[in-house]
């Protein structure tokens, strides 16, 4: 956990401990950055307000060189705030005031995520929609041959819709697939990294080749074109 917040900062990692995580703390940005490198950790809890470097450039940073989950903090109500956390990488945001139990129950969801298909299974072949790629087995995504870097919550949800092509899928139902069904927030967090995902897959919302959206529902996965 990452947070200047020291008395908050104690009773969360207390809630973590007893729920049986090991648990380190840090309390400014530049060395929530060392000890991610250092611990290699499953899960940050990363506030956006931090002394030295703030948690957007934090988040960033540990992008560079992990891909664990990461749930951002913040004492504001703006908006914007959220969306430049998770454009930046984040999975998932809190805002506080919250509840240690909620913050927990996250921590626990995302570490039920399947990461891989269980050993001695037949791999299947990759998802192919035109020049994109996807390899749910692997987690590797290619277009036009070209690696495309993603982070874990951007992948799950490309996994999700290409699973089901031309089905749609409401923002409900790819949460339940992601974050799990006993998740609780804004649903809308959906928008903001399926907008990530067109960014990277080079597949712009006005001329979708790949995720296209369904009005009043959600999302489906098309068949892509050259």
Same mark, same amino acid.
């Given at each position: 956990?990452? /947070? +200047? #917040?020291?008395?908050?900062?104690?009773i969360?990692?207390?809630?973590?401990?007893?729920?049986?995580?090991?648990?380190s703390?840090?309390?400014?940005?530049?060395?929530?950055? =060392? @000890?991610?490198?250092?611990?290699?950790?499953? $899960?940050?809890?990363?506030?956006?307000?931090?002394?030295?470097?703030? %948690?957007?450039?934090?988040?960033?940073?540990?992008?560079? @060189?992990?891909?664990?989950?990461?749930?951002?903090?913040?004492? =504001?109500?703006?908006?914007?705030?959220?969306?430049?956390?998770l454009?930046? %990488?984040?999975?998932?945001?809190?805002?506080?005031?919250?509840?240690p139990?909620?913050?927990?129950? =996250?921590?626990?969801?995302?570490?039920?995520?399947?990461?891989?298909?269980?050993?001695?299974?037949?791999?299947?072949?990759?998802? #192919?929609? %035109?020049?994109?790629?996807?390899?749910?087995?692997?987690?590797?995504?290619?277009?036009? /041959? #070209?690696? $495309?870097?993603?982070?874990?919550? #951007?992948? /799950?949800?490309?996994?999700?819709?290409?699973?089901?092509?031309?089905?749609?899928?409401?923002?409900?139902?790819?949460?339940?697939?992601?974050?799990?069904?006993?998740?609780?927030?804004d649903?809308?967090?959906? +928008?903001?990294?399926?907008?990530?995902?067109?960014?990277?897959?080079?597949?712009?919302p006005?001329?979708?080749?790949?995720?296209?959206?369904?009005?009043? $529902?959600?999302?489906?996965? %098309?068949?892509?074109?050259?």
């Open positions: 956990m990452i /947070d +200047d #917040e020291r008395p908050l900062a104690g969360v990692a207390s809630y973590l401990s007893r729920a049986g995580f090991d648990t703390l840090a309390f400014t940005g530049p060395d929530g950055v =060392r @000890s991610a490198k250092e611990l290699d950790p499953d $899960v940050i809890i990363l506030d956006l307000g931090l002394p030295g470097i703030d %948690g957007i450039e934090v988040c960033r940073q540990i992008r560079l @060189s992990s891909d664990c989950y990461i749930l951002m903090l913040t004492a =504001r109500a703006d908006e914007v705030d959220k969306l430049i956390g454009s930046v %990488g984040a999975d998932d945001y809190l805002t506080k005031p919250f509840s139990r909620e913050l927990v129950a =996250r921590v626990n969801t995302v570490l039920r995520r399947p990461r891989r298909h269980a050993h001695g299974t037949q791999a299947a072949p990759p998802r #192919e929609f %035109g020049r994109l790629r996807v390899d749910a087995e692997g987690r590797d995504v290619w277009v036009d /041959d #070209e690696p $495309v870097g993603l982070t874990r919550t #951007e992948f /799950d949800i490309l996994d999700a819709l290409s699973a089901r092509p031309n089905t749609a899928l409401s923002r409900r139902q790819i949460i339940d697939a992601v974050w799990g069904a006993g998740w609780v927030g649903d809308h967090v959906v +928008d903001v990294h399926v907008a990530n995902l067109r960014r990277k897959l080079d597949d712009p006005a001329d979708p080749r790949y995720i296209l959206t369904v009005r009043g $529902v959600g999302y489906r996965m %098309g068949p892509g074109r050259s």
